[in-house]
């Protein structure tokens, strides 16, 4: 039976999971889906939401707005929704690289609104990816709030459309695979270059901090030995001070008293003989 469920998870078959949400991280139904969304609570990969101004919806939005109605069919410039395109690339490849090496980096060209605009990032690491989630979540980038979430896509070859691939698919912008926009290899290689060069620039900053910091504190402490041993020189040279001044006290002192018991022996020396000399007088 585990094998079973192992097998059919994620799958059309799986009745409770949504193979969709499984596989690209969004559902056409959202929450009203009737199976499973299971959401990660860690992913190598993040889904900024919407953030893409596709050009077909901003044309639509901007024929409504004016009044005008445009059918089934929107003109747009081409070369300059390309432009546009290679420029927001460029500005994401550049920004998620800050916080590590991106693995894959893909903009949905879904028209469908649970997709629309859908930003996938793939990193190397889920620290990574954990860290641009938590500082680019709620941030702002061309007037629209950043939305960013974990997303289960980890394989994006079974994610994206292969029919849109070849230029095949029937179903248009409102297919419920990925639409993956074409960027040109060489650019992703020099963003590649780039971002590799500047987080060895910044490895080599941090280092430099580092070692600066470390020689800060040794030049403390050496200061606060030198003080320490200044204040024992000065404390053992106030001691053998004083040992000297009690010293040559002492001497003095020892001298009067020789000098005292000298004076006494001579005073009895000449009593003695004083009185000898009176004995012998009287005798005589």
């Keep these: 039976m585990a094998k079973h469920l192992a097998r059919i998870h994620g799958t059309e ?13 969004a ?11 299971h959401r990660p609570a860690f992913s190598p990969t993040i889904l900024i939401k919407h953030i893409y101004r596709h050009p077909i919806r901003e044309a639509e939005l901007k024929a409504a707005s004016e009044g005008k109605s445009t059918g089934d069919h929107v003109d747009i410039d081409e070369a300059q929704a390309r432009e546009d395109f290679l420029v927001f690339f460029e500005d994401f490849f550049e920004e998620l690289s800050k916080f590590g090496r991106l693995e894959a980096l893909h903009v949905c060209d879904n028209l469908g609104d649970h997709m629309i605009g859908h930003v996938y990032a793939k990193f190397s690491d889920e620290e990574e990816a954990a860290d641009a989630l938590n500082i680019l979540n709620g941030r702002y980038y061309d007037g629209r709030r950043m939305e960013v979430e974990f997303s289960p896509v980890t394989d994006f070859r079974e994610a994206r459309c292969r029919d849109f691939d070849e230029d095949t698919c029937r179903r248009g912008g409102f297919c419920n695979f990925m639409h993956i926009k074409p960027v040109p290899m060489c650019l992703i290689r020099d963003m590649e270059v780039y971002a590799e060069e500047e987080r060895r620039r910044e490895e080599m900053e941090r280092l430099e901090r580092e070692r600066k910091e470390r020689r800060r504190k040794e030049r403390k402490r050496e200061g606060r030995r030198d003080r320490d041993r200044d204040r024992d020189r000065d404390r053992d040279g106030e001691g053998r001070s004083s040992r000297r001044k009690g010293g040559s006290g002492g001497g003095e002192s020892r001298s009067r008293s020789r000098s005292r018991s000298r004076s006494r022996s001579d005073s009895r020396r000449r009593k003695s003989r004083d009185r000898s000399g009176s004995e012998g007088g009287m005798d005589a």
């Design 13 to 25: 078959e799986d009745k409770v999971n949504c193979p969709f949400y499984f596989k690209i991280g």
């Design 27 to 37: 559902c056409r139904h959202a929450d009203r889906c009737s199976r499973i969304h």
